[in-house]
């Protein structure tokens, strides 16, 4: 039975308004340390989960399972919970199940020899990793993932969409004997467009030896490589661009959309068709996902919004096919197409030309948010941290550690890379719901550092 029959199956035991959203996902991961395959996982699950709509309020329930008791336990238990909260509290304000809106465009996200999850595909990936590795004498540390995933929509409301996507994804971490490490990842649609060899080669490229340099706390010039930029512009995505936040009066945004927020360099948008991300035709309620300028020329236009947040907002406000699923939906939609246009830089190397004396950073670890409305992180830098002087990068720096504004450091950036990295972070602890950011390198001048990292 394909999920969008099963969906339509379920749907008929809904005493009430209801969505029903039936997810069939499979996927592998290979993991690996010292150069050698630690664990290997196959996944072959599916979800019915039912939305169950009554008086303002909802309500969730789930099954694995496709018996007509099984169906039918799990779409009463949702009504019922949707029935107690309107009981409880009175009539809410979630203004029901969302219409059709029309089919949106074809995506091209999903890839058939992917789908097919070969483990020869996992195998021949690691070789070549390790292969490298060797060549370097350092061990390697990672892991390799893909995934396809089919997911059927329908509702009482007149929803009746699928879709199906792909995606892969390998992160290395290269170590040599003294403890020095690099990263580097890769991921695409195609686990066939993810060259492990050169993944891990640039990896072991930021293996540098030579005892790090240490920088004290203060401010300076920082070159970030895309995985650093994808890491915060990730966060900014829900501090900033949420709807149910900024409904509510606590988003990044509130009272300064149509103001400048980032250097006139900077072009954000939430992009699902974009040709380098993972595209997705639909959100989690059925919805065309639209595109969005987010920050055009470093003014803020707009935020994202659900069925829900968009009710909040009021002012015509509506969604914009940002809904998350359910183990996502921590507060309310989030842009998860993020896209920063790049600049005119060949490479990493003329961003750090201009700098007398800074930092240059792989990527970032361990990010908290310190005051949401300010966009202010904390985190430390990991696995290639160098300093540049005189221009050029020149040694390897011990980690330090950060808190800084995103969007201050948006609106510090003086230069970006012409080329664009799909940057994604593939550690799934629910379903499997893949996500990436689409940026460039680029060029700040201020990086507010507060401390190093323990030796």
Known sequence: MTPRELAHRALGFAPGAAQVTVAHERWMVSRFARSRPTQATDVDDRVVEFLAWHDGHTGRAQTNGSRDDELRDAALRAHAAAVAAAAASGRGDHPGLPAPAGAPPAHAGFDAETAELEPLLAGAALRRVFAVAAERDLEAFGIWTAGAVTTAIVSTAGIDTVDAVTDAHLKVICRDARGRTGFASGTAVAAADVDARAVADHAAAKVVAGEPAELEPGTYPVVLEAPAVGALLAYLGGLAFGGLPYAEGRGALNDRLG??????SINLSDSPRFARTLPRAYDAEGLPKQPLPLIQDGVAHRVVHD???????????????????????YDGPEPKNLVLIGGGAADEAELAAPIERGIYVTRLWYLNAVRERETLLTGTTRDGTFLIEDG???????????????????DATEALTMRQQLVAEAEFYGRRFATGVVCPSLRAGEFRVTGVTPA
């Open 392 to 410: 050029r990068i020149s040694r390897p720096l011990r980690d330090v550690r950060f808190t800084d504004s995103v969007l201050r450091l948006l």
């Open 259 to 264: 103001t400048r927020v980032a250097a006139p």
């Open 307 to 329: 069925t829900h947040s968009a009710a909040r907002a009021g002012d015509g406000a509506r969604s914009t096919g940002s809904a998350l699923p359910s183990d996502l939906d």
